[in-house]
């Protein structure tokens, strides 16, 4: 049987465990709001910058531009994007279920498949020989980006959209689908494939 003093010991760690557990709380709610509050701020211009895509599109339908040429469907490159961490919920799982239906949806009707997976999760899920990988129709593995930064930059995205942009220009791809989710709210988050 444990003494008065060391009950007292126990009471006074798990009390200063509670304490420690709080401010971790705290922390990572600010930084969940920050966040989102920046998410939530860039949101808007991420779609009007779709929209002026669409409609440059649009008009430039007759122009011989690379970018937009529409070619008859016969190897499509997907780029799945998840994170690096796990523990979010169904955040990965949602991102690589998608990607799984278009994989099979796309093999179904006789194309070739490359991925260029981003995001740890993503590339151990997709790298041949996985459990993951093994479940699915053969596809190729044309490149891999994982170790993101916190706080993803331009140049990241400028190294993902060079490497795309060659792959389709060259045509090694006829399309490209990006594989993601769509916040909606902390605890809803949907995933989207956008051509």
């Known amino acids: 049987m444990a003494t008065t003093q060391e009950l007292k010991g126990k009471i006074r760690a798990a009390r200063n465990t509670q304490q420690i557990t709080k401010a971790l709380e705290l922390v990572s709610s600010s930084k969940l709001r920050r966040a989102?509050?920046?998410?939530?701020?860039?949101?808007?211009?991420?779609d009007l910058t779709q929209d002026m895509f669409k409609s440059v599109a649009e008009q430039a339908s007759g122009a011989d531009v690379p970018l937009l040429a529409v070619r008859e469907r016969h190897k499509v490159l997907l780029l799945p994007v998840a994170s690096d961490k796990g523990l979010c919920g169904s955040f990965n799982a949602n991102v690589l279920r998608l990607t799984s239906a278009?994989?099979?949806?796309?093999?179904?009707?006789?194309?070739?498949?490359?991925?260029?997976?981003?995001?740890?999760?993503?590339?151990?899920?997709?790298?041949?020989?996985?459990?993951?990988?093994?479940?699915?129709?053969?596809?190729g593995v044309l490149d891999q980006i994982s170790s993101l930064p916190a706080q993803p930059g331009v140049e990241l995205a400028?190294?993902?959209?060079?490497?795309?942009?060659?792959?389709?220009?060259?045509?090694?791809?006829?399309e490209v689908h990006l594989v993601y989710t769509r916040f909606i709210s902390t605890l809803n988050q949907r995933p989207v494939s956008q051509r």
């Open 36 to 46: 989102q509050g920046r998410l939530l701020a860039a949101r808007p211009y991420g």
């Open 102 to 139: 278009l994989l099979r949806e796309f093999t179904r009707g006789g194309v070739q498949v490359f991925v260029l997976p981003i995001g740890r999760k993503a590339v151990e899920a997709l790298k041949p020989g996985s459990l993951f990988a093994r479940a699915l129709p053969p596809f």
């Open 158 to 174: 400028g190294e993902i959209a060079r490497q795309v942009i060659s792959t389709f220009t060259s045509g090694a791809a006829d």
